[in-house]
Nanobody, 124 residues
Framework: QVQLVESGGGLVQAGGSLRLSCAAS????????VGWFRQAPGKEREFVAA????????YYADSVKGRFTFSRDNAKNTVFLQMNSLKFEDTAVYYC?????????????????WGQGTQVTVSS
């Protein structure tokens, strides 16, 4: 099993930046594919980004491509989501998720473990 704890959310003005972190417990973190999802009020949870087990392949939703960067440090059991040029529509609770398997997935049900979420609010 792996436990995930997100941090780094907050309130930022449109055009600003935030860096989310997700710290994982367990010594086999490198065997998990990790993703970020977000959920705005009244909306379904949606895919934001994912990174392969080694960290050499990343995948992004079209809505964040070019603005968000996902990276991982397996030695520190941590992944990061650098969010730049934030927009009002990026406002949501952001969740870190991990799945057993080599391939990144964009569907929430494909992930086995979830963090508690961190709120990101972008003011217009």
């Amino acid at each position: 099993q792996v436990q995930l704890v997100e941090s780094g959310g907050g309130l930022v003005q449109a055009g600003g930046s935030l860096r989310l972190s997700c710290a994982a417990s367990g010594r086999t973190f490198s065997s998990y594919t990790v993703g970020w999802f977000r959920q705005a009020p009244g909306k379904e949870r949606e895919f934001v980004a994912a990174v392969s087990r080694s960290g050499d392949a990343t995948y992004y939703a079209d809505s964040v491509k070019g603005r968000f960067t996902f990276s991982r440090d397996n030695a520190k059991n941590t992944v990061f989501l650098q969010m730049n040029s934030l927009k009002f529509e990026d406002t949501a609770v952001y969740y870190c998720a991990a799945r057993v398997g080599a391939y990144a997935k964009t569907i929430p049900s494909e992930y086995n473990y979830w963090g508690q979420g961190t709120q990101v609010t972008v003011s217009s």
